[in-house]
């Protein structure tokens, strides 16, 4: 890479190349005292956010995906090997042990809710408990919300995947006067089922489970909806912070206490949540998946146009 992009002559400005799951030292004297760290104590490479969360995720066999419903949503499936298709499009990182992640990016997650909480339901405040209840409202609504649609591009940068736009935003579509403000709500929970879905799509491959980590796999709701609007079985593990645990579990191989990230990745956890697709919505999300569709594909034009 540094010979491609012409960049050797500063080599040596940047570490050496290793294996995620290897040491790269011991903590010294020195960073023992000002962090509080026992010296000695073994430092492992890890890797970055995504990878970490995927292998904690448990998404490691070719076929596996991992949404990361965060502030951002990545969309990723696990390959046996370096996959560029479609070109130009979404990121490619390696994982462990001869592992490839294909993603697919929607910049914005679950910034949607925010969005929607505050301008519909400002009433209820913040905190853990106004969640429930914005799913107890978006679930009073019938799946499909009678024709509306929610694309959810609200990122200032527009939208990178499955296809580039700058100015592409975030809209409602097919708003009559029957809807309410419970209706927009569940077109939100559904327009980022939409997004996941369309990312997906475009990596092409067949799924055999979603994994869901992030604040949005916290909600039941949002999680069935994904299955039901993907219709793939969506596996939601219990726990937090998944990019540090996926960090830790690299530790755990280096030091010998796990045989291999594979053991590792898919050894049994504390617990998670299942959720199967219902097969009596699947024509309903499909047809307006397609709508979804050719309305992202005219919002892409429009913003061309501006």
């Given amino acids: 890479m540094l010979r491609l992009f012409g960049l050797e002559a500063v080599a040596n400005l940047l570490p050496p190349v290793r294996r995620s799951e290897s040491l790269a030292g011991e903590v010294t004297p020195a960073a023992a005292a000002e962090t509080g760290l026992r010296a000695g104590t073994p430092v492992a490479i890890g890797a970055g956010d995504v990878p970490c969360s995927a292998i904690a995720a448990g998404a490691f066999e070719p076929g596996v995906a991992c949404t990361v419903l965060g502030t951002t949503c990545?969309?990723?499936?696990?390959?046996?090997?370096?996959?560029?298709?479609?070109?130009?499009?979404?990121?490619?990182?390696?994982?462990?042990e001869n592992r490839w992640l294909r993603v697919m990016v929607n910049l914005a997650g679950t910034p949607n809710l925010d969005w929607a909480r505050g301008a519909l339901f400002s009433e209820l405040g913040?905190?853990?408990?106004?969640?429930?209840?914005?799913?107890?409202?978006?679930?009073?609504?019938?799946?499909?919300?009678?024709?509306?649609?929610?694309?959810?591009?609200?990122?200032?940068?527009?939208?990178i995947a499955p296809v580039v736009s700058r100015g592409a935003r975030a809209q409602f579509s097919g708003l009559t006067s029957r809807h309410g403000r419970a209706d927009l709500l569940r077109a939100v929970y559904e327009g980022v089922a939409y997004a996941i879905r369309d990312c997906y799509a475009a990596i092409g491959q067949p799924l055999r489970e979603i994994r869901l980590v992030g604040g949005g796999a916290r909600s039941v709701f949002w999680s069935q909806t994904i299955a039901d609007v993907t219709g793939t079985p969506v596996v939601a593990p219990l726990g937090s912070e998944f990019g540090a645990m996926g960090a830790a579990l690299l530790a755990s191989v280096a030091i010998g206490w796990s045989a291999s990230v594979r053991d590792a990745a898919l050894a049994p956890r504390s617990g998670e949540r299942r959720y199967e697709p219902n097969g009596a919505l699947a024509g309903v999300y499909d047809e307006a998946f397609a709508r979804y569709r050719a309305e992202r594909e005219a919002i892409v034009a429009l913003a061309a146009q501006a």
Wanted: without cysteine.
């Fill in 74 to 96: 990545h969309n990723g499936v696990v390959f046996g090997e370096p996959m560029f298709e479609p070109p130009n499009l979404g990121l490619l990182f390696t994982l462990p």
């Fill in 126 to 159: 913040a905190g853990g408990a106004v969640f429930a209840e914005l799913e107890r409202a978006a679930s009073s609504r019938p799946a499909g919300v009678d024709g509306l649609l929610y694309h959810p591009y609200l990122s200032d940068v527009g939208l």
